[in-house]
Nanobody, 114 residues
């Protein structure tokens, strides 16, 4: 039912910054949204989550560097990525929890050059 569309991925140099966006439909009933990432040959990893009350949590690997935020009026969540590292290279996926079910976007590629 819900549709998620990520954007903002691309190529960035180590130490630089990048902002990802996720536009959601059906967000009126979304209880939480999150970002995950998956590098080639590796499992999908949790990155950051924001709940309907605005509370957030982050993976240890990105604490202090990444920030998740939400614009309720625009039905959009963001991931501000600062001080990126080559290890951050991955496909980033937007996730939404709606009525007890998980929904995923198609993903956006982030590549960090050394």
């Amino acid at each position: 039912q819900v549709q998620l569309v990520e954007s903002g991925g691309g190529l960035v140099q180590a130490g630089g910054s990048l902002t990802l966006s996720c536009a959601a439909s059906g967000s009126r009933f979304i209880s939480a949204m999150a970002w995950y990432r998956q590098a080639p040959g590796k499992q999908r990893d949790f990155i950051a989550r924001i709940r309907k009350d605005g509370s957030t949590n982050y993976a240890d690997s990105v604490k202090g560097r990444f920030t998740i935020s939400r614009d309720v009026a625009k039905d959009t969540v963001y991931l501000q990525m600062n001080s990126v590292e080559p290890e951050d290279t991955a496909v980033y996926y937007c996730n939404a929890l709606l009525l007890g079910s998980n929904y995923w976007g198609q993903g956006t590629q982030v590549t960090v050059s050394s």
